[in-house]
């Protein structure tokens, strides 16, 4: 085979692989994808980049009480809101709130997953539904509920909150992280229980053969075998607590230790109630950035360890 020969035989052997590669029925992908896209667009994208357009401006008057116009201000709402100290104090408090809540609620959550996998429990039904149903719950309905059950005049445990001030401010961030647990607990383990359920049964009657019991295949093979479903659920959990607004909101009519900057989302909703549109935009593209930001690095640090 002569060269030129050579050369075109490639050529084609090339045409033939990408005609091969070719995604077949794109019309058909494009007409499912569409309503996501539009879905998207409509109710992410473009409020999102309204809201930065929104944290551009800023609101300029002639004279004390002239017009209000809406002009463009550049980064001066950001300058803002890196002065402002009670939102990043509240920055730190939410902060803190999760280091503690997230491990809690995972840790039960995998526990109770654990105890629903298992063999040796009976009456997984009931328990299912009695670990989940607490999620059903609406946010400020529990939230209500746990007011009042923490508040002395009107709680059904007197005996206790008379001696144990719950929505003092020493507490009340940790009474809010036990309503934040109660609820999302059930819904932290059904993403965990599914995960373990799609486990091959094979893999646990291999350890049984070696010898293991239910302890050691639970650390050794259930736990890390779930762990992506851990992951996700962290992700999740760290995107949750930087958004925490219904507790505190609720607890506001329980406790004078809540303040309307008690966490950020309370100061971008006190900061629009103002009104004051342009800073509360520019709280919340620095709160959406610094969540991306929490959440890419626990990411990345998983990634490292190996967990897949």
């Known amino acids: 085979m002569t060269t030129t020969e050579l050369t075109a035989a490639v050529g084609r052997a090339r045409q033939s692989s990408r005609r091969r590669r070719r995604t077949p029925h794109k019309r058909a992908i494009a007409i499912f994808v569409l309503p996501f896209g539009l879905l998207f667009l409509a109710f992410y994208a473009i409020p999102v980049g309204y809201a930065v357009w929104e944290s551009m401006l800023k609101v300029e008057r002639q004279g004390t009480f002239g017009v209000a116009r809406s002009v463009f201000g550049g980064l001066a709402q950001y300058q803002q809101v890196f002065a402002n100290a009670p939102f990043w104090r509240s920055v730190g408090r939410v902060l803190t709130f999760g280091i503690v809540q997230v491990p809690v609620m995972l840790c039960l959550a995998l526990v109770f997953a654990l105890l629903l996998d298992s063999p040796l429990l009976r009456g997984k039904k009931f328990f299912r539904l009695a670990f989940f149903v607490p999620y059903a719950v609406p946010g400020v309905v529990a939230a209500i509920m746990w007011g009042f059950l923490y508040s002395p005049a009107l709680s059904p445990f007197r005996a206790v909150t008379e001696n144990v001030s719950f929505l003092s401010a020493d507490l009340v961030l940790w009474a809010m992280a036990n309503v934040v647990t109660w609820v999302y607990v059930g819904y932290n383990m059904l993403i965990i229980y599914s995960a373990l359920l799609a486990i091959p049964t094979e893999v646990y009657e291999a350890a049984r053969i070696d010898g293991a019991g239910q302890l050691r295949i639970a650390w050794s093979i259930k736990i890390p075998l779930v762990m992506p479903a851990i992951v996700l659920t962290t992700v999740f959990s760290i995107i949750g607590t930087l958004q925490l607004l219904a507790e505190p909101q609720v607890f506001r009519s329980f406790s004078s230790a809540v303040t309307s900057t008690f966490t950020p989302n309370l100061t971008v909703y006190s ?10 935009a520019a709280f919340s593209v620095v709160l959406a950035v610094a969540t991306f ?11 490292r360890k190996g967990v897949q």
């Open 293 to 303: 930001v929490l959440s890419f690095l626990f990411l990345k640090f998983t990634q």
């Open 271 to 280: 900061t629009s109630s103002v009104p004051n549109y342009n800073l509360a």
